[in-house]
């Protein structure tokens, strides 16, 4: 409870003040430069400075990253969230593009613990049935159709551990950005749940407040 004595007002408005002096500011921009280290999506938010996705960083990465265990991440992009993944004992990247593949390679390529994967859609070649202890997967499925998605669901189900996580984001066009946007597929909470259920997982966990154009969803085996 703020009270109206509270100092909170006037403390934001010298933490801005101090921001916004100009060695605040170069500090800022350097910092930014020398952290963005020219990783490809970037430029849609990076989860160490923007507090949402820091948020998906703090509470559905982290605590899963286990230096005995082995990890999938789908569609890497340039590899914004694959910083946060390289504690894994083995990482797969898996991609449907080469191109992506390769730019990803471009600052990930010296990390011996992860394997780059192209696949054709939805599969995961060339990794053990019943091997994986975490899937991850953020701004890819936000594009992908539900039939992709469930036949990935599918694939997920043959490579997880039985005591295995998956947390995977995915569009959610109950919300006003995500029905605005067409390169946002078709999918909503009560979409995505029922296909998680029926592909033979339970649902442990659901995001649907921290991203004003998706939601979030932590699933396991049944
Ligand atoms: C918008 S980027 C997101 C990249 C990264 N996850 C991020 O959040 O910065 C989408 C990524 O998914 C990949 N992709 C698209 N369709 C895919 C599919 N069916 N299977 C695996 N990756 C796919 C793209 O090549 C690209 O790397």
């Known amino acids: 409870?703020?009270?109206?004595?509270?100092?909170?007002h006037l403390q934001m408005l010298r933490d801005s003040w101090l921001a916004k002096t100009l060695p605040a500011r170069i500090f800022k921009a350097i910092r930014n430069e020398l952290r963005a280290g020219g990783v490809y999506g970037l430029e849609w938010?990076?989860?160490d400075v923007w507090h949402p996705l820091k948020f998906v960083r703090d509470?559905?990465?982290?605590p899963y990253v286990k230096s005995d265990q082995l990890a999938v991440e789908i569609g890497p992009g340039g590899g914004r969230w694959t910083r946060y993944l390289l504690g894994f004992k083995k990482l797969y990247v898996v991609d449907?593009?080469?191109?992506l593949l390769r730019e990803l390679r471009k600052n990930f390529s010296r990390y011996p613990q992860i394997a780059f994967i192209q696949n054709h859609g939805t599969d995961f070649p060339g990794i053990e049935p019943g091997s994986i202890d975490f899937v991850f997967s953020f701004g890819t499925f936000v594009h992908l159709d539900l039939d992709i998605i469930e036949a990935y669901l599918d694939n997920i189900r043959t490579i997880l551990k039985p005591t295995g996580n998956a947390v995977i984001h995915y569009s959610d066009k109950a919300k006003i950005i995500a029905r605005e946007n067409p390169g946002f597929s078709d999918n909503t909470v009560e979409q995505m749940r029922a296909a998680v259920t029926r592909h033979g997982f339970r649902m442990l966990e659901e995001d649907t407040t921290t991203m004003w154009h998706s939601s979030l969803i932590r699933f396991a085996l049944a």
């Open 1 to 8: 409870m703020v009270s109206l004595n509270s100092p909170i």
């Open 59 to 62: 509470r559905y990465v982290l």
């Open 96 to 99: 449907y593009h080469a191109e």
């Open 45 to 47: 938010g990076d989860p």
